[in-house]
């Protein structure tokens, strides 16, 4: 059993165990249902906001919640929307163990032929967890999603990817152009560089 912020405590397993994260997933889903039922209420992940920002103020580099009322505030480089954000990160890059950018072939494609014959391809940087970070994860889906619907990707104190925030949700940033992984790339060096510091 592992303490994950806040107080709150998660059963987390490691890679030794040969149990699926989706059963993992199942199982902190049941706790937490018993202890919504015990307690009547449902609450965020981490409400202590300590350490959630560097010296300069700016915040930490990972997933927050987007929340209806917070002292928090940044703004949606893409729409210009004013967003806000619970105080404390789900989780950091400190979570993140490995990256991979992967691309997929758009299946539902209408448009002009291409010289290859074969449709355009999105690419995604796929994030891993620690165990920290998956069990964070885990919990603020249970707990929060009624609430909080999306979560935001925080990188050098911008967002830089807003996503709809449930059970079927992946730890990613997706790439903003057909066929193009340079900007994944300048990304992935980006949460390396922070990473080590």
């Not at 994950?4 to 699926?20: A, D, L, P, Q, T």
């Not at 009547?40 to 700016?58: E, L």
């Not at 929307?81 to 539902?108: H, R």
Request: aromatic content about 10%.
């Amino acid at each position: 059993m592992k303490n994950s912020g806040g107080g709150k405590k998660c059963f987390c397993w490691n890679g030794k165990n040969k149990i699926s994260s989706m059963k993992t997933i199942f199982i902190v889903f049941i706790f937490a249902l018993l202890n919504q039922i015990a307690f009547g209420q449902v609450t965020p992940v981490n409400p202590d906001p300590t350490d959630t920002t560097h010296t300069d103020g700016a915040l930490l580099s990972g997933y927050y919640l987007i929340v209806d009322q917070s002292a928090i505030k940044r703004k949606d480089e893409k729409t210009g929307e004013i967003l806000k954000l619970f105080p404390t990160p789900v989780l950091t890059v400190k979570n993140i163990t490995s990256m991979e950018i992967a691309g997929k072939e758009i299946d539902m494609y209408v448009g002009p032929s291409r010289l290859d014959g074969h449709n355009p391809v999105l690419y995604k940087l796929k994030f891993n967890f620690d165990s920290e970070g998956k069990c964070a994860w885990a919990i603020a889906i249970v707990y929060d999603t009624d609430s909080y619907r999306r979560i935001a990707f925080i990188l050098n104190d911008k967002i830089i990817q807003i996503q709809k925030f449930d059970i079927k949700t992946e730890a990613c940033i997706q790439g903003t152009a057909w066929d193009v992984k340079d900007e994944l790339e300048i990304i992935k060096k980006k949460i390396e560089s922070e990473k080590s510091n």
